[in-house]
């Protein structure tokens, strides 16, 4: 049957579309006409809200026919097999409560009864001799069975008038949790028979078991929020003669409800929103099509398939061996799951081939795939091989020579063989014709260009350095010589040179100085005390002053030096280097330091390297990134602090592995150096003197701060990019 949707099933059947024919009819027209029933009579009554139809047959009928319900639009459709349309007609206006009209329509050897209805309602059916009464209700009276709908779904119903003999009732109820973390809960039941009615109800879930007890030690409530699923509380209780399920989730869920045989299952799953799935909130992910809900009671599992394939665009072939009768309960199931539940319930499996859909033993069906690959496998025995050349490209014919060469490869079959020529960087394989095409296939998806990766390193040194240095020298000393004279005041004028009085006593001196007893102290001449400045950069500035007594003959000489400088530096290095995609590249610049080593009396000069280089091994990921396996050095040799006659090499170096943007640029490392030295040196006592003690210090600080930054920035080279930017 051509299906667009569950409302164009129906809609099929009242534009008298060809329906498929029952599994069991077979025989010519005549032979229908005179085996078949017949729809002789319908009449249509209301009493008290209840709409009661009548369809009288020539012939009992043994059970009740199959149904279904759509929501939208609402209607309830019958299907009649081996029965014809004896009505004379295809269409009768009723307008009787919530019943507007129905369609009596015939194809082949069934007739289909559709009642179009203003809204979904529960109805049901029962046999009163020749005649089918079909009650619809607007509530769900003593001893009827609803059936419960879902306002986008379809129901289909399968039962029976009369129930088996025997007691109905709840045997066990269990819960477990699913693989995927769905509660899932098991309720065991005497009879397969039994009507349930599964709902929402406010926040959560009830299952009523119709016309079924509950045994005493079963009525319990159930706090299975350890098992960490949706389900928080589950409780089982009686309400007159039917039992009640009622079932607590937390956050956002759904649940799907199925039955097989004597076994009802509950699940109940997150809600995961998937803007990509057909079916939303789907937890697996499996199965994708449209939902809808099925109740089967002992019925041929053909005529469930027939179902199925009716409601799908499939054609659906069964073996003979498909046999034996199925109860099953689904609600609310994508129909893919719900085929895959009944071919799981009877051990069978599927074979899709287009729009068919071949269902056999699962067993049957993988012995007749052995049996075709073994003949397939006998097929590529006896086909003629064939040879072809295939021009590589872009990669080593070489390569791929040892690629296919390989004996744990399965592209070549044990018939073929290749050869490859490096001059021209062809292969030449021998093979049958299938495995020709997949080497083909091979080497067209590996003999592409290589895409290029400009990798460009920048290393950026900076330094900052802050010194302050303050000094003093001090001297003391008079004027020696004889007496020549006196002055108008009567001081004595003396003829000389001016000398240092306190300059030729040693022990003061040296105490000024803080020589040790009984050594002699050594200073310029004219100075007591020299602790001037010292700068480590620059040349410190110098302040004198001479004092002098009122008589000349004594003077004070006194010099301040200091210096306070700052200084501010930056070296950027920027190595740049083109590769193609996961080729290794690497660039360097530098010098080679030589040193001598001595073995066994043999002197050997060896060289070692101070460069600056970068190593990248470069990927370009699908999604457009660049992924770098990166190793960058700086080394320099220090020509001031020299070992042994060598210098030192300072080494700065970073090696790891990042995912970069195209054109995006990120920090590989960094090194902070800050380096504090503050010194003083001053005489003992007269340095602590406040007041003057500045006059007996020397004081030097020293602040530097280097730092060390490494960027890389890769970029994908297009044809018009060039290491000149």
């Known amino acids: 049957m051509k299906r667009e949707s569950m409302m164009a099933l129906l809609a099929a059947a009242l534009l008298q579309l060809p329906l498929v024919a029952h599994p069991q009819t077979q025989g010519t027209a005549s032979e229908f006409r005179e085996a078949g029933n017949r729809i002789e009579n319908l009449r249509v009554a209301e009493q008290g809200g209840t709409v009661y139809l009548r369809l009288s047959m020539r012939d009992a009928l043994e059970a009740v026919p199959a149904s ?5 639009p609402a209607r309830i459709a019958f299907d009649f097999p081996m029965t014809s349309n004896g009505l004379n007609r295809t269409h009768e206006d009723v307008r009787q409560g919530d019943l507007r009209s129905v369609n009596i329509i015939q194809a082949g050897d069934r007739t289909r009864l559709v009642l179009n209805v203003g809204r979904v309602m529960p109805y049901t059916t029962r046999i009163e001799g020749r005649d089918l009464v079909i009650e619809l209700a607007s509530r769900v009276g003593d001893g009827k069975v609803e059936t419960p709908m879902n306002a986008a779904m379809a129901t289909f119903t399968i039962s029976k008038q009369e129930a088996s003999p025997g007691t109905r009732s709840v045997q066990d109820v269990r819960f477990r949790r699913g693989k995927d973390g769905e509660g899932r809960i098991v309720v065991k039941l005497s009879r397969p028979d039994i009507a349930i009615d599964v709902r929402r109800q406010g926040p959560g879930l009830v299952v009523d078991f119709l ?17 960490g699923t949706p389900v928080v509380e589950m409780v089982a209780q009686a309400q007159g003669d039917n039992t009640r399920l009622s079932v607590t989730p937390a956050g956002t869920w759904e649940h799907v409800a199925y039955q097989s045989d004597n076994e009802f299952v509950l699940e109940v799953r997150r809600f995961v929103e998937d803007p990509g799935s057909l079916v939303q909130g789907a937890a697996r992910g499996d199965y994708q099509g449209e939902k809808l809900s099925l109740n089967f009671q002992n019925v041929d599992i053909r005529s469930v398939l027939q179902v199925i394939a009716d409601f799908t665009d499939f054609n659906i072939v069964t073996s003979d061996s498909v046999q034996g009768n199925l109860t099953l309960r689904l609600k609310d199931v994508p129909w893919d799951q719900a085929l895959d539940i009944i071919l799981q319930a009877k ?26 690959l073994e003949a397939q496998a006998q097929k590529a025995d006896l086909e003629p091989l064939q040879t072809e050349i295939f021009q590589i490209n872009y990669h080593s014919a070489e390569e791929i020579f040892e690629f296919l060469k390989d004996k744990e490869q399965t592209a070549l079959s044990e018939r073929g063989s290749v050869v490859a020529d490096t001059r021209s960087n062809k292969l030449f394989i021998t093979d049958v014709g299938v495995r020709l095409e997949a080497i083909r296939r091979i080497i067209k998806e590996i003999d ?51 000398g240092g009085d306190l300059q030729n006593t040693s022990a003061f001196a040296g105490q000024l100085v803080g020589a040790s007893e009984g050594e002699e102290a050594s200073l310029p001449r004219g100075l007591n005390l020299d602790l001037p400045a010292s700068p480590s950069r620059g040349i410190a500035s110098a302040l004198s002053m001479i004092l002098w007594n009122n008589d000349a003959t004594r003077f004070l000489n006194l010099e301040l030096s200091a210096l306070e400088s700052d200084g501010r530096g930056r070296i950027v290095s920027s190595p740049r280097v083109l590769t193609a995609n996961m080729r290794e590249a690497n660039i360097e610049q530098g010098m080679e330091i030589p040193y001598i080593i001595i073995v066994d009396g043999t002197r050997t000069v060896m060289f070692r390297k101070a460069v600056l280089s970068l190593n990248v091994v470069p990927n370009i990921t699908p999604d457009g990134r660049i992924q770098l396996k990166v190793k960058v050095n700086k080394d320099r040799p220090d020509f001031s602090r020299q070992v042994l006659g060598q210098p030192p090499i300072d080494t700065k170096s970073v090696e790891t592995e990042v995912l970069v943007e195209n054109g995006g640029t990120v920090v590989l490392g960094g090194i902070f150096e800050d380096q504090e030295e503050t010194s003083e040196t001053r005489v003992p006592l007269l340095g602590e003197i406040p007041g003057i003690r500045h006059l007996f210090r020397n ?7 280097r730092e060390l930054m490494i960027f890389i920035t890769p970029r994908i080279a297009s044809e018009d990019l060039t290491l000149n930017r």
């Open 448 to 498: 592409v260009s290589p895409r290029q990766v400009l990798i460009e390193a920048r290393i950026v040194e900076a330094t900052k350095g802050f010194g302050k240095d303050l000094g003093v020298r001090l001297g003391v000393g008079g004027a020696v010589g004889k007496v020549v004279g006196f002055d108008a005041a009567g001081r004595p004028i003396r003829q000389g040179t001016f």
């Open 211 to 227: 016309d079924t007890s509950l045994p005493d030690h079963l009525h319990r409530r159930s706090d299975v929020t350890d098992f």
């Open 347 to 372: 051990g069978l499996d599927m074979r899709k081939s287009g729009s068919v859909i071949w269902i056999a033993p699962a067993d049957e069906l993988a012995t007749r795939e052995k049996l075709l």
């Open 699 to 705: 004081t030097q600080k020293l602040t530097e701060q």
């Open 68 to 72: 279904f319900s759509v929501a939208e």
